[in-house]
C-alpha cells in the first residue's frame, strides 16, 4: 500500500511538470510610434496596452523593462517565466535593456532591425568597431556588417510569410528567449482574425507605410489557424491622408489624420475628385512619376497645382501651400476658427476623404470576389486606415461581404497582439479561441488599485449622477482597466448630455482643448441603436461613423452633416456605463450620452487613477467618479 502510495505520488508530481511546463507564454510588443506590449497566455489573448497609457508621452515609441514587468504582474507573472517574446514590425526602435540576436550561421551580431533593402536596416551604433549610421539626402548609409545579415532573410512554410527567427536575451535575466521578427501586415491581420470568432474570413489591412508599393496594403484568407495572403494591392491610403493633412497645415499625419476627417464634413467634393478618384487613388506601383525612394503624389498634385510632398521631405513644401505657415507651431496648439476654415481647406479634405471611401469600398469588394466564396461572406479590417470610420461604415454596407469585424487596436498598438496570438497558433500549435467577448476585448489594460485622494468622496449613486448630466455638469468617468486601442469605450471618458448644442463647444474649448470643429461620439444602449442611428450592427469599438436619424435630440453628439462615430453597449459589454445609460434614458428618453476620452488635447488617455483625480482637479469640469466613488468640486 506505502508503494502505491508512493507512486501515486510521483505520478501526480509528473502530471504537474508537465503541466507546468505546457503553460505558455507569449509576450508581443512593438516598437516606434504606438509602442505597446501584449500578453498571450496558453494561447489566450490576456491583456494589452499602448505604452503611452503608462508613460505618459503621447505616441511613444519605446518600451521600458518596467513596463513589460507591469503588464506580467497582473498575471502573477516574471520576466523568466516568458517563453517567447515577438515584435512587429520590420523597424524596431533600439532599447538599451533587450538584446536581440540573429540566430543563424552563428552570428552575434544584436540586432535593432534590418530589412530587405537599405532605409529599412539599422544596425546598433554603439558597438565596437561599427561606423555609426548617417543619414544622408536619400536614407541611411549602412555599416558593411548588415550586408552580411541581409542575405538570411527567408520565408516560413507556414503561411508563406515573412518572418525571421530570433534569440532575445533581456539584460538581467539569465535566459535565452525564443524569439519572433513579424512581418507587420501579417500581425495586423492576425490581431483581427485571431480575436473575431469566426472560422473563414478574408482580411483587408492598410497602413501608412512609405517604404515600397507592398508595404502599404495586403489581402489575406484564413481559415482555422491559418492565414494565407492572396497579394498585395499596393493601395497607399494612410499615405495619401497623412500628406493631405500636412498640406493642409493642420500637423503631423501619423498624429492629426483624425482632424482631418472632422473638417471634411465642412468642405465641397471637388469635381476632378469626382471624375478621377480611381486613377488619383491606383496603387503606388503602377504610377509612371515613381523615383528611386521617393513617391509624388498626383493627388495633391492635380488638388493643388503642386507637388508638395517626397519620401519624407518636409521642407519640399512650398510658402503658398495652404496652412504651410503653422509648420513650425507645436502640433499640440489648436487652430482657431479663422486659421482652420479657408474653403481651400476644406475642400481638400472633403475630396481626399471621398477617394478614400472610394478606393477602400472598390478594394474590399475586389477581395470579396477574389476570395470566391472561401470567406464565407466575412471580413476583417485592420490596420491604421480603419480608424477612419466614415470609411468603415461605407465597406460595411456598399460591398456583398454579410459581416464586416474590426479590432478595437487596429492601428499599430495592436500588432503587439496580432504578432504573439500568431506564434502561439503557428508556432506552439494552440487551438484558435473562438469565445473572445467584447469586454475581453474591449479592456484590456493593467489593474490599479484604489489609491486616496485628497479631497473626500461619496458613495456613487447612478441616478444622481444621470440627473447631473442633466443639468449639464461634465463628468470624469473612470472605471476598471482601461480601453484596448485609441477611443474611450466607456471605461476612461468625459461623459456629457447631449441634449444642448452648446455642450459641445463647451467641451471643445474648456476641456480638451482641441479645434472647434471636432466632433463628439455618441454612446448608445445597442437595443435602442436602430431607433437613433442608420445601423443594424453593432459597433461595440467606436469604429463606425453612421447618420443619425434624430439629429436635432442629440445636437452636441452628432456632426455637422448628421452623422456620429458610434458605440454602442450592452449589459454585458459594460454593466455599469450600460446602468448609467439607462438611468438617463428614463430621466429624458434619450438612451445616449457624449462619450469622450478622458484626456486633454496632447496627452495620452489616463491610465491610474491617480492621473484621472489630477485631471479632474486641473479640469473645468463638475465631478469625478472612480468605480463606486465619487467626488465634487
Not at 465641397?268 to 506601383?285: C, D, S, V
Not at 450592452?570 to 448609467?580: A, S
Request: proline share 4%.
Amino acid at each position: 500500500m506505502q508503494w502505491c502510495e508512493g507512486v501515486l505520488k510521483v505520478r501526480n508530481l509528473f502530471i504537474c511538470i508537465i503541466k507546468l511546463k505546457v503553460m505558455s507564454v507569449i509576450v508581443g510588443i512593438h516598437l516606434g510610434h504606438d509602442a505597446s506590449i501584449a500578453l498571450v497566455k496558453d494561447g489566450r489573448l490576456v491583456a494589452t496596452s499602448a505604452v503611452e497609457r503608462w508613460s505618459r508621452y503621447k505616441k511613444d515609441m519605446y518600451v521600458q523593462k518596467e513596463h513589460l514587468e507591469l503588464i506580467l504582474r497582473g498575471w502573477d507573472l516574471k520576466i523568466k517565466d516568458v517563453d517567447a517574446f515577438t515584435f512587429s514590425a520590420w523597424s524596431q526602435e533600439f532599447i538599451p535593456w533587450l538584446k536581440i540576436y540573429y540566430p543563424k550561421n552563428g552570428s552575434k551580431y544584436p540586432l535593432t532591425s534590418f530589412g530587405t533593402w537599405e532605409p529599412q536596416s539599422s544596425l546598433i551604433n554603439h558597438l565596437p568597431g561599427v561606423q555609426k549610421v548617417e543619414l544622408t539626402k536619400h536614407g541611411y548609409t549602412l555599416p558593411g556588417t548588415i550586408h552580411r545579415l541581409s542575405d538570411h532573410w527567408h520565408s516560413h512554410d507556414i503561411n508563406d510569410n515573412n518572418n525571421i527567427d530570433l534569440n532575445v536575451r533581456i539584460d538581467g535575466i539569465n535566459k535565452n528567449f525564443k524569439g519572433l521578427l513579424m512581418d507587420h501586415h501579417m500581425a495586423h491581420a492576425s490581431s483581427v482574425f485571431y480575436t473575431s470568432n469566426l472560422e473563414k474570413s478574408a482580411i483587408f489591412t492598410v497602413d501608412a507605410s512609405m517604404h515600397h508599393e507592398e508595404a502599404c496594403s495586403s489581402f489575406y484568407l484564413a481559415e482555422g489557424r491559418l492565414i494565407h495572403k492572396i497579394k498585395n494591392p499596393g493601395y497607399m491610403y494612410g499615405n495619401f491622408y497623412d500628406c493631405a493633412t500636412e498640406l493642409c497645415g493642420i500637423g503631423p499625419g501619423t498624429l492629426k489624420a483624425g482632424t482631418l476627417m472632422g473638417l471634411a464634413a465642412y468642405g465641397n467634393i471637388q469635381r476632378i475628385a469626382y471624375e478621377k478618384w480611381e486613377y488619383f487613388t491606383m496603387p503606388q506601383g503602377l504610377r509612371q512619376d515613381k523615383e528611386e525612394h521617393r513617391y509624388i503624389d498626383w493627388l495633391f498634385h492635380q488638388l493643388s497645382g503642386r507637388y508638395p510632398f517626397a519620401f519624407k521631405v518636409r521642407q519640399d513644401v512650398v510658402d503658398n501651400v495652404p496652412g504651410s505657415e503653422h509648420y513650425n507651431r507645436s502640433w499640440q496648439e489648436p487652430y482657431t476658427r479663422e486659421e482652420s476654415t479657408t474653403q481651400e481647406v476644406m475642400d481638400i479634405a472633403a475630396s481626399v476623404q471621398f477617394m478614400a471611401e472610394r478606393s477602400l469600398v472598390k478594394y474590399s469588394q475586389e477581395l470579396f470576389v477574389e476570395g470566391n466564396g472561401a470567406h464565407d461572406g466575412n471580413l476583417c479590417l485592420s490596420g491604421g486606415t480603419f480608424l477612419n470610420c466614415n470609411a468603415n461604415y461605407k465597406i460595411a454596407t456598399e460591398t456583398d461581404f454579410d459581416n464586416v469585424v474590426l479590432y478595437p487596436a487596429c492601428g499599430d498598438d495592436g500588432t503587439a497582439a496580432g504578432s504573439a496570438l500568431w506564434y502561439a497558433h503557428n508556432y506552439e500549435g494552440y487551438n484558435r479561441v473562438m469565445d473572445y467577448t467584447t469586454k475581453e476585448l474591449a479592456y484590456t489594460g493593467v489593474v490599479w488599485n484604489d489609491q486616496k485622494f485628497e479631497k473626500k468622496s461619496e458613495e456613487l449613486n447612478l441616478l444622481d449622477l444621470a440627473m447631473s448630466l442633466m443639468e449639464g455638469k461634465i463628468v470624469c468617468w473612470y472605471q476598471g482597466r482601461s480601453e484596448n486601442g485609441p477611443r474611450a469605450l466607456g471605461n476612461r471618458s468625459f461623459l456629457a448630455s447631449p441634449l444642448d448644442n452648446d455642450m459641445k463647444d463647451q467641451l471643445n474649448e474648456r476641456v480638451k482643448f482641441r479645434e472647434w470643429y471636432r466632433p463628439f461620439a455618441p454612446i448608445v444602449l445597442e437595443e435602442e441603436a436602430d431607433k437613433w442611428f442608420n445601423m443594424d450592427f453593432p459597433s461595440p469599438y467606436m469604429l463606425h461613423t453612421v447618420p443619425c436619424k434624430q439629429p436635432f435630440k442629440i445636437p452636441a453628439a452628432v456632426h455637422i452633416d448628421n452623422t456620429a462615430r458610434v458605440q454602442t453597449i450592452n449589459r454585458d459589454h459594460n454593466k455599469k456605463m450600460y446602468d448609467l445609460l439607462t438611468k438617463f434614458h428614463e430621466l429624458s428618453g434619450v438612451p445616449v450620452l457624449i462619450n469622450t476620452s478622458l484626456n486633454v488635447k496632447g496627452n495620452p488617455i489616463v491610465e491610474q487613477p491617480i492621473d484621472a483625480y489630477q485631471l479632474f482637479l486641473d479640469s473645468d469640469v463638475d465631478l469625478l467618479v472612480i468605480n463606486d466613488r465619487i467626488w465634487k468640486k
